[in-house]
Structures are given as structure tokens and as C-alpha cells.
Nanobody, 123 residues
Framework: QVQLVESGGGLVQAGGSLRLSCAAS????????MAWYRQVPGKERELVAA???????YYADSVKGRFTISRDNAKNMLYLQMNSLKPEDTAMYSC?????????????????WGQGTQVTVSS
């Protein structure tokens, strides 16, 4: 099994920045692609960024140019640098991991899910 624990969320003003972190533990040898998704109550889950085992990245149009996903395999960490935050970025952000190496864009194709960290952007 794999455990994913997120941190770094909080309250920030519009235009500000936050850096989310995700620590992976357990059977980490089985992890290849990883991603971040967000969810607002009553709305669909949105995969915002993904990174393949080879480092190829994907971004949703809504965050492209503002968010950067990265990983440190030596430390078993995944990051999401969020800049120029907007009120519509307010959501619960969670970390995902999958056994496959491709950075797929469907949330349900990921095998492991974290509990999430809340990000609130005030206007």
C-alpha cells in the first residue's frame, strides 16, 4: 500500500502564492505517475496537474502558466507551486499516484489518493 499525505494549504489573498507538498510512503516502488486534483463541494473533481515517471507534465487550462508540478524521487515528494492565485482556485487539493508511468488526466485512473489540504483564496 501507498500512503500520500499533503501539506502546505492555507488562506492566501488573490495574487498570492502557495506551495503544496505531498509525502509518499509505504510501497513507493510501485509509484510512477503522480498528480494533483482539486474539488469544490458540489462540483466535479478537476485534475489540475500531472507528472509522468519520466518527468513529462500536464496542466489543466485553468492553471496553465500559474501552477508548476514537480517531484523529488529521492525524497518521495511531490510538489505543486501555485502562483497568481485566484478566488476560483479555492478548493481541497489532493495528491494522486498510480502504478502506470503515463501522466493520465482522468482522476479515476490513479491508484492511490491522499486526504487533501484546503486552499482558500480571498478576493
Amino acid at each position: 500500500q501507498v500512503q500520500l499525505v499533503e501539506s502546505g494549504g492555507g488562506l492566501v489573498q488573490a495574487g498570492g502564492s502557495l506551495r503544496l507538498s505531498c509525502a509518499a510512503s509505504g510501497s513507493i516502488f510501485s509509484i510512477n505517475a503522480m498528480a494533483w486534483y482539486r474539488q469544490v463541494p458540489g462540483k466535479e473533481r478537476e485534475l489540475v496537474a500531472a507528472i509522468s515517471s519520466g518527468g513529462r507534465t500536464y496542466y489543466a487550462d485553468s492553471v496553465k502558466g500559474r501552477f508548476t508540478i514537480s517531484r523529488d524521487n529521492a525524497k518521495n515528494m511531490l510538489y505543486l507551486q501555485m502562483n497568481s492565485l485566484k478566488p476560483e482556485d479555492t478548493a481541497m487539493y489532493s495528491c494522486l499516484a498510480r502504478r502506470g508511468g503515463m501522466a493520465v488526466t482522468t482522476v479515476y485512473e490513479y491508484d492511490y489518493w491522499g486526504q487533501g489540504t484546503q486552499v482558500t483564496v480571498s478576493s
